[in-house]
């Protein structure tokens, strides 16, 4: 048996050390193992990265904070929260990464978030590590006074460990404009400064245009890149879309803008699906429903009568569909559904969302040789528009929509050229997972390499 201090461990012995000193984190352990393979077979004969024990550094973040948050309810009632920042690496740049606010929030979630970030902020270019953060808090069925004290509450202890060097934080599930003002509210109040110390801000305050739409325009973008590369093209597909927040209805708007017919939208609840495809009306009503009524997606089917409802959590993928975006949460789509998918005759496969399709569900796309885009690539536009949104508060200005637009479509067009660098298989296939792995673990590893032993 090697001692894990040899430089030659297999993957199995990595994995078992993996397991072994993150038990129970199960979130997390897949993450690894999802990069590990791809990483092995790639630093198989590159010495310099065993000998600087590169891959058991990079699983290991930079430091994990958790902290106790307490706020008051409208009922006067004390409630207690747990909160998290995961620093996982800030080798190429200050740690950035959203923050969740979900009653499914661990700590494995966020290190799996975190460990994905790190590689997907590597592959947009742009000088970010990664990070994530957030709390065991439920922001849906609060008011907006109790949605304010809790934000206040996490920032509190939050500002401590962040600022526009260190860490930037953003939003993800259940973190949006409003959340990001009350943080940023306090977080000025607290440092007596104005600093881009968050992004997806108000436009009023430090925003970036473009912000809000990046994360879903961008998985369409990425999508888009796949169907080029192989002489395809979004219009006239069909497309099954899961989520109903930010990441998914704006996928759905750019799908319904570049031709193609979006047949379904979901919640944590069910999935709708109008066998009219979604134009723009409706994924206004939608975003409407969600951003401001605070609603449900079951809703959608009261006022477009044509469309039906599918309660009981059941998810969008057994619906017939040219092009799948899980754009909801991670491990929404699993082998059954993969399998389900792929006799439909999906062709590809763009992940909004981190980590939505289980290893499982992975290796049917794979198998079938479906065109499959990992979130750490596909789902990148947010945070390189977050990156530009970094930039254009440190220089005091502000670039417009079409100018963030091109750069955005650029940007995407970037990460996929090097997803088929590092993942081209030679028969006309890509291996964008592959691809996707290698690109961003070399720059990270190359940038630890330069700082010796730290
Ligand atoms: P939102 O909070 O805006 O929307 C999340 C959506 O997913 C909601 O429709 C929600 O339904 C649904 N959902 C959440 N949890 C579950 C669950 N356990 N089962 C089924 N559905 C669920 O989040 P975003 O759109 O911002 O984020 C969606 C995904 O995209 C996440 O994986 C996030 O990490 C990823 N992402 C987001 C980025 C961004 O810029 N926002 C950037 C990169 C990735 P319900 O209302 O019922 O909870």
Redesign the pocket.
Same mark, same amino acid.
């Given at each position: 048996m090697a001692s894990v201090y040899d430089r030659h461990v297999d993957l199995n012995q990595f994995m078992e050390g993996v397991k072994k000193r993150n038990p129970g984190q199960t979130e997390f352990i897949q993450a690894v193992q999802e990069v590990a393979q791809d990483i092995f077979d790639f630093i198989e004969d590159k010495e310099e990265y065993h000998h600087a024990q590169i891959l058991r550094r990079i699983v290991e973040p930079d430091r994990v904070v958790s902290f106790r948050v307490c706020w008051e309810d409208d009922n006067h009632n004390i409630r207690v929260q747990r909160g998290w920042r995961v620093q996982c690496n800030n080798a190429i740049g200050p740690y950035k990464g959203?923050i969740?606010f979900?009653p499914?929030v661990t700590e494995s979630v966020l290190k799996f978030?975190a460990f994905e970030q790190t590689f @997907?902020n590597s592959l947009t270019g742009l000088p970010m590590g990664g990070g994530k953060g957030g709390a065991n808090f439920n922001p849906?069925g609060k008011s907006d006074a109790e949605v304010m004290r809790f934000c206040q509450s996490f920032m509190t202890e939050l500002y401590r460990h962040i600022g526009p060097d260190t860490d930037v934080p953003?939003?993800?599930? $259940?973190?949006?404009g409003r959340e990001i003002g009350y943080m940023f509210g306090q977080y000025k109040r607290i440092v007596n400064r104005w600093e881009g110390v968050l992004t997806?801000k108000g436009l009023e305050y430090g925003g970036s245009a473009m912000?809000?739409e990046? =994360?879903?325009y961008g998985a369409v973008y990425f999508l888009r890149n796949m169907l080029q590369h192989r002489g395809m093209d979004i219009e006239g597909h069909t497309a099954v879309v #899961?989520? #109903?927040?930010?990441?998914? =209805?704006?996928a759905a708007e750019k799908i319904t803008q570049l031709g193609g017919k979006v047949l379904t939208? #979901?919640? %944590? $609840?069910g999935f709708i699906h109008d066998p009219d495809g979604l134009d723009q009306e409706k994924i206004d009503w939608v975003k409407h429903l @969600?951003n401001v009524k605070r609603g449900?997606?079951s809703e959608y089917c009261d006022h477009f009568t044509n469309a039906s409802y599918h309660g009981d959590?059941a998810?969008p993928w057994k619906v017939s569909a040219d092009l799948a975006l899980p754009?909801?949460?991670?491990n929404?789509l699993d082998e059954e559904d993969a399998k389900a998918l792929v006799e439909n005759g999906v062709k590809a496969v763009s992940e909004?969302?981190?980590?939505?399709t289980t290893l499982e569900g992975v290796h049917v796309f794979q198998d079938a040789n479906v065109m499959y885009a990992p979130?750490k690539a596909a789902?990148?536009?947010?945070?390189a528009v %977050?990156g530009l949104e970094m930039s254009q508060n440190s220089e005091r200005i502000s670039w417009n929509h079409g100018r963030l637009g091109d750069m955005l479509t650029e940007l995407m067009e970037g990460i996929h050229g090097k997803c088929v660098e590092f993942g081209d298989q030679g028969n006309g296939h890509v291996d964008y997972v592959k691809g996707a792995n290698i690109a961003g673990f070399k720059k990270v590893a190359d940038a630890m390499l330069a700082f010796g032993v730290v």
């Open positions: 959203g969740r979900h499914s978030l @997907k849906k953003a939003g993800d599930i $259940g973190v949006g997806g912000r809000p990046a =994360t879903g #899961s989520g #109903s927040g930010n990441v998914a =209805t704006h939208l #979901s919640d %944590s $609840g @969600k449900r997606i959590g998810r754009c909801a949460t991670q929404e909004g969302a981190n980590m939505p979130g789902n990148a536009g947010g945070v %977050s």
